[in-house]
Each structure stands twice: as structure tokens, then as C-alpha cells.
């Protein structure tokens, strides 16, 4: 069993950074693939970014490219979401995600997520 636990969302304006953060119980934390989905009120959750299990390798949704950085420190058992330029349409539960045994791309579909954290919401206003 995996816990994740994200922290560092909030209130901002529109332009404002935020980095979130996801902290992973388990210490074989480099044997997942690791990622962030987001969910806006009265949609669906939707994939945003991810990383490979050494960092090597990251994807990210198109609506974020150039704005969101995802970074992992697998020593600390963490995954970072760093925002920029945030806009009022990123508002939304923030939600980390962990993937054993193949990697997390784009368009993964939910069911394959092994472990979910809880959420932290965004609220980016204008």
C-alpha cells in the first residue's frame, strides 16, 4: 500500500506561481511512475503531468506545456508540481497519482492508477 499526501495549493491570482507537492509512504517510491491529474468542478479528471521512475522522461497535458514543471526526488519519496502563469481555467482539485510496473502517459486511463492522493485545490482567480 502506497499513501500519498499533496500539499501547496491555495488562493492566487492569475500569473502567480504555486509548486505542489505529493509525499509517498512507501521507500520503493522509484518503482512507480508518478503524476498529476486534475479535476475541475463538474468535470472529469484529466491527466497533466508525469514522470518516469528516474525522472527521465516527462509529459504533460497540452493546456500546460511551457507553464508546469513535474520533478521527483526520489530520495525524499516526493513529486513536485511547480505552476506558473497560472490562469483562472487551472482551477481545480490537484490530484498525485502512482503507477507500478509500466509508465503513467498522457491518456492513461484512470482505472490503471494504482494509488491516488487525496487532493489539494487551486484556486486561480482573476
Known amino acids: 500500500q502506497v499513501q500519498l499526501v499533496e500539499s501547496g495549493g491555495g488562493l492566487v491570482q492569475a500569473g502567480d506561481s504555486l509548486r505542489l507537492s505529493c509525499a509517498a509512504s512507501?521507500?520503493?517510491?522509484?518503482?512507480?511512475?508518478m503524476g498529476w491529474f486534475r479535476q475541475a468542478p463538474g468535470k472529469e479528471r484529466v491527466f497533466v503531468a508525469a514522470i518516469s521512475w528516474k525522472g527521465g522522461n516527462t509529459y504533460y497535458a497540452d493546456s500546460v506545456k511551457g507553464r508546469f514543471t513535474i520533478s521527483r526526488d526520489n530520495a525524499k519519496n516526493t513529486v513536485y508540481l511547480q505552476m506558473n502563469s497560472l490562469k483562472p481555467e487551472d482551477t481545480a482539485v490537484y490530484y498525485c497519482?502512482?503507477?507500478?510496473?509500466?509508465?503513467?502517459?498522457?491518456?492513461?486511463?484512470?482505472?490503471?492508477?494504482?494509488?491516488w492522493g487525496k487532493g489539494t485545490l487551486v484556486t486561480v482567480s482573476s
Open positions: 497519482a502512482a503507477r507500478w510496473g509500466a509508465p503513467l502517459l498522457p491518456g492513461v486511463p484512470l482505472g490503471n492508477i494504482n494509488y
Open positions: 512507501r521507500r520503493t517510491f522509484s518503482d512507480y511512475a
